[in-house]
């Protein structure tokens, strides 16, 4: 036997390619392995599909994760389910790009729009409704910004596509 097919051999073995069960250190190998092949993937993609999260970041983590479970538990082929976690983040990233170079509804249905939550220290009820954002969500915003939670001296607050409430405050005269 050639070293490079004892090599594949051992490969195999160690993580339990083509088992119809693992060990429980197959399954911890296989952890290992799929740990440092997904920080390889995501390194491809780029530093914002793990941070602060739209819907469309969110979407990727649970679909990734879920995938890369799959190579550990060994409910899917090792290498095409990695294959499938590389495609996915490659299709975020694909997707980031063109919704940075192309305005309009394409990147608002991709990552979402913010809304005006407060005008000219006035509620925009028909907003803060239709988003369930209550006046004490506002306020909390206020607060953690340092300031009075009094909304006349706000002057415009915004639901951001991630979900955070940023506050304006009017300039003190």
Excluded: C
């Amino acid at each position: 036997m050639r070293w490079q097919e004892h090599m594949a051999f051992d490969f195999n073995y160690l993580f339990g390619i083509g088992e119809d069960t693992l060990t429980w250190w197959q399954m911890s190998l296989r952890a290992i392995g799929v740990f440092i092949a997904a920080l390889l993937i995501v390194r491809v993609g780029n530093q914002r599909v793990f941070g602060k999260n739209t819907a469309f970041d969110i979407i990727l983590g649970v679909v990734f994760g879920s995938i890369l479970s799959r190579a550990i538990t060994g409910n899917s082929p090792f290498w095409p389910t990695l294959a499938a976690a590389l495609v996915l983040v490659l299709l975020h990233r694909g997707l980031a790009t063109i919704a940075y170079h192309v305005s309009g509804r394409f990147g608002d249905f991709l990552k979402g729009k913010s809304v005006q939550l407060v005008k000219d220290g006035q509620l925009q009820h028909e907003a803060l409704q239709k988003f369930s954002v209550t006046e004490n969500d506002l306020q909390e915003a206020a607060r953690t910004m340092g300031g009075t939670t009094d909304i006349s001296t706000i002057e415009t607050a915004y639901l951001e596509r991630d979900g955070d409430i940023s506050v304006i405050r009017k300039k003190v005269q």
